[in-house]
């Protein structure tokens, strides 16, 4: 029997395209194993529908969020997610990355400093490679602050070219590495959500 698919409403930054695009891969593969185990979500039954964070506040002023049985789905910083944190079930907790559900509304948030330190952050790695395909997981963090030999770097610039040169190695180390770790964590937001909640968050 058709089943017609319900929406879920994802709200993304422009920078977070990927992991849409991941989740979009993963509710449209059609991964259930032909003895009647759901993988995820139940093949057919989940459809994205995607919306800028520009698209959503400019809906949200003029009364519209979509549909009353429609899901939505806060991926990353999304401006007024911080007032939804407080009311929100938090399902999933690790790596710096969680996420929760609070009635039709649903949010992964990230928190890079959970991950300075090269051992944890090799460990982080090491399980995102088992729920997640994207080639970003390849990318690797290459500034660690809290490293010895990292530290030696910075102080060799320092001496080289200066409290400026320094500043501005630093900088680049730190941005860079900020967003390969962002893009990551949100990747396996996306990957734990689907593997484990999101066919209950659909079905509330």
Known sequence: MFVEPKNLLVVYKEKDEVSLNQLKKLVDSNDDAEDGEIVGTEDGTVKIVSWSEKTWI???KAGNTGNLDDKILFLGDIKGVEKLRPTLDI???KYGVSYGFSGKQAAIMVDGKALLT???YDE?????KKVCDASSVNEKKHFDFSDTKQK???VTVAVLF???GSITALTTYAFGDAKTVRNQQL???VAQLYLNDLS???KR
Do not use: C, H, S
Not at 124 to 128: A, G, K, N, T
């Open 124 to 128: 982080f790695i090491e399980d995102l």
């Open 118 to 120: 090269k051992k944890v």
């Open 58 to 60: 400019d809906n949200k």
């Open 91 to 93: 399902k999933f907790d």
């Open 187 to 189: 990747l396996y937001g």
């Open 162 to 164: 200066g409290a400026i």
């Open 152 to 154: 030696v770097m910075f």
């Open 200 to 202: 209950d968050f659909m």
